[in-house]
């Protein structure tokens, strides 16, 4: 059975930071690339960052710089280390896997979407 869970998301005043956790079981990262996701109340789900099979990284323009995505597959969880966060870094993060990154959707409707695996979310709330 294919399984992800996020922790690690709390409460934090601007200019903080916070390390997301994914621990995922049913399947390792050689056959699987993995993303992070958000989203913020009344706004779109948001993609913010991926890393692929054979170590491919990329990440959304409003978290370059800050926020570092990796992966420790012998623990088999992917990790999201938020640095200098903003207000409006608010949201559910969730983590998903796919076969192939570049089928993860930008920006969608809600999280979770209907590809892939997903965690059930961990709120981040970053405040002023």
């Known amino acids: 059975e294919v399984q992800l869970v996020e922790s690690g998301g709390g409460s934090v005043q601007a200019g903080g930071s916070l390390k997301l956790s994914c621990q995922v079981s049913?399947?390792?990262?050689?056959?699987?690339?993995m993303g992070w996701y958000r989203q913020a109340p009344g706004s779109e789900c948001e993609l913010v960052s991926t890393?692929?099979?054979?170590?491919?990284?990329s990440y959304g323009d409003s978290v370059k710089g800050r926020f570092t995505i990796s992966q420790d597959n012998a623990k088999n969880t992917v990790y999201l280390q938020m640095d200098v966060l903003k207000p409006e870094d608010t949201g559910v993060y969730y983590c998903?896997?796919?076969?192939?990154?570049?089928?993860?959707?930008?920006?969608?409707?809600?999280?979770?979407?209907?590809?892939?695996?997903w965690g059930q979310g961990t709120q981040v709330t970053v405040s002023s």
């Open positions: 049913g399947f390792t990262f050689d056959d699987r690339d």
């Open positions: 998903a896997a796919e076969t192939w990154a570049s089928a993860m959707l930008k920006r969608m409707p809600t999280c979770p979407g209907s590809f892939g695996d």
């Open positions: 890393i692929s099979s054979d170590g491919i990284i």
